[in-house]
């Protein structure tokens, strides 16, 4: 099975199908991270659409695969918040639209394989500041090091670090109330 990096290589390369293949790997995850964000799956997808965008047309110099990840959330998260900065009051979604959109979360939460204990973790983290979502996701679920998340993030690595373990400190007490240990997860 091909990687995203092989894949951006091919891409630089010339060959325009293997964008579809990045496409196929990190979209989920984009979606997801991006949604954190913006709370309205059209949106994210509009935002992780026009992140992938940039990065064909950009094509920048990367190392390996996670700085490809790194780049990629890094647009997702800076397009996010100018997307959020330019919306200047929320619209109430009603009931149906909301268990819509609930829907289509627990299906691309199942198409990532997640199993209920990430799935409970990913819910719990939804209820978190935005930073320590976006650390932990980061960390956890794209498995990025603090000095890749403290590039996406903008921060120093030190702050990095402070946020992670402060977003793990928080976290815990989330699945604590809600009955879950920490082992479990």
Known sequence: MENGWESYLRFLEGDQSALKTIVRLYWDSMLLFTNSYVHNLSDAEDIAQEALIKLSIKRPHLVHENQ????LFKICRNLAINHMKKQKRHV?????ITENIED???EIETRMELKDSAQALHRAMQKLKLEYREILYLRYFEQLTIPECSKVMKCSER?????SYQARQALRKILEKEGYSIENI
């Not at 109430?92 to 149906?96: A, H």
């Not at 702050?159 to 946020?163: L, V």
């Open 68 to 71: 490809l990840k790194a780049y």
């Open 104 to 106: 289509e979360m627990q």
């Open 159 to 163: 702050q990095a670090t402070a946020i």
């Open 92 to 96: 109430e979604m009603s009931q149906e």
